[in-house]
């Protein structure tokens, strides 16, 4: 069948073979083959981030992207974070903070939250820190602009940012 192709994705650390339609996005392939369903599908053209993971260690808006160009690709999503019982320090600030109020962006907020703080930490430039040379800042314009690929409908933002900064100052 030319329209579907075997591929390799190890989630959260465990390797999945699967076939699949070649159409077939990356987020379709967590939520409908894998049942992973943490990863949200808000917008599927990739304007929301409700559908943020990370591909080997970058992230990326899961629903731009086919699942046959990631053979053999590392896929981490909230699953592989923490789970209700020993929630990661992202999901317990952003509960302390109340940085969420449907939920529905959530996922995507703490995926793109927890790869900003690793972007600073390697000194990957933002818009704010277009100059190469500067030390990354955590600011809150740094936050607020590595954060800007994800949307949130109820308008949370304040306590998000709140959430991010306090397990930024927690691991300074
Ligand atoms: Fe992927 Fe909106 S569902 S960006
Ligand atoms: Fe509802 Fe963000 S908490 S969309």
Same mark, same amino acid.
């Given at each position: 069948?030319? !329209? ?18 070649? +159409? ?11 049942? =992973? ?29 086919? %699942? ?9 999503? /909230?699953?592989? =974070? ?21 939920? !529905? ?9 927890? $790869? ?17 040379? %500067?030390?990354?800042? /955590?600011?809150? %314009?740094? /936050?607020?602009? +590595? ?14 940012? $709140? $959430? /991010?900064?306090?397990? $930024?100052?927690?691991? %300074?």
């Amino acid at each position: 069948d030319p !329209y579907r192709s075997s591929v390799t994705l190890t989630v959260n650390g465990t390797p999945h073979r699967l076939t699949l339609d070649n +159409r077939t996005t990356l987020l379709d392939a967590l939520r409908e083959h894998l049942h =992973l369903t943490g990863s949200k599908k808000g917008c599927d053209h990739g304007q929301c981030g409700a559908c943020t993971c990370t591909v080997n260690g970058t992230r990326i808006n899961t629903c731009l992207s086919l %699942a046959v160009m990631h053979d053999g690709d590392r896929i981490e999503t /909230i699953e592989g =974070l923490g789970s209700a019982q020993a929630l990661s320090p992202m999901q317990q600030a952003f509960v302390a903070r109340d940085g969420f109020q449907c939920g !529905y962006c959530t996922p995507g907020q703490i995926q793109s939250a927890c $790869a900003v703080l690793e972007e600073i930490r390697a000194n990957i430039p933002s818009h704010v820190t277009a100059d190469l040379t %500067a030390p990354v800042q /955590i600011t809150e %314009a740094e /936050i607020r602009e +590595r954060m800007s690929g994800n949307l949130c409908r109820c308008g949370a933002y304040a306590n998000i940012l $709140a $959430a /991010i900064r306090d397990v $930024a100052e927690a691991q %300074a």
